[in-house]
Structure formats: structure tokens, C-alpha cells
């Protein structure tokens, strides 16, 4: 794995995320999130992901840029599922996580973007 492959890392550290948020909503797990700050993946956003895309380049830090807010999306969109399924809201629930799920394919197809985008550059 190359030094660049942290945008990978970074894509499984949400995927593994989602996996327990979808346990949770499945009856399997007990996971209750959190903001989109504290996760692996928005603490990465909130310190060295902007300096890691930008040293590839200013195209690379513009799709960095573009996955703030569906990242903070995806977190408001799970915590509305998680509470739609404390409260017994099961068709919230399924429409939270049809979004969750739409915004989180998001995220990995612009961590996949960065990822190509570093194996590109020089860097």
C-alpha cells in the first residue's frame, strides 16, 4: 500500500462505521454514532485531510472540499434513523437510511476520486 493510500483508509474507516450503524438499525448491534467530528473519518476531515489532498493538488483539494457536507449530511441522516428507530418509526427509519445510504456512497466515490487522483501525482 502506497504512502497515499490513507484516502482508502479513510474510505473504510466509514465503511466500517456504516456497517455498525447498519447493525444497530438491523437488531444486531447497540451503536449510537456520533457527530460527524468525532468519527475516524471526520476527525481525519478536520486535521490532516486538508494538507494530505492539498499536497496533491489544487483539483484534489477542491473534491476534498466537496465532501464536508455530505459527510455532516450522513451523520444527521443516521442520527435521524437512530432515533426514528428508538421511537418505533420504521418508515422514518427506512427513508433516513435510504439517504444515509445514498450520501455515504457519496463519500466513497469522492474518497475514490482522491485516492486516484494520489496515485497520479508525483507526490
Known sequence: MSENAFFLRRMNDHI????????????RGDFQGSDHHSCKLGKWLDTDGPAQSSAIGND??????????PHQQFHQASQQALDCKKNGDTSGMEEAMTEMFKLSAKLVDILMQLDTMSRRSPT
Open 16 to 27: 466500517q462505521y456504516l456497517g455498525k450503524l447498519k447493525a444497530t438499525l438491523e437488531d
Open 60 to 69: 484534489a483539494r477542491h473534491i476534498f472540499d466537496s465532501i464536508l457536507e
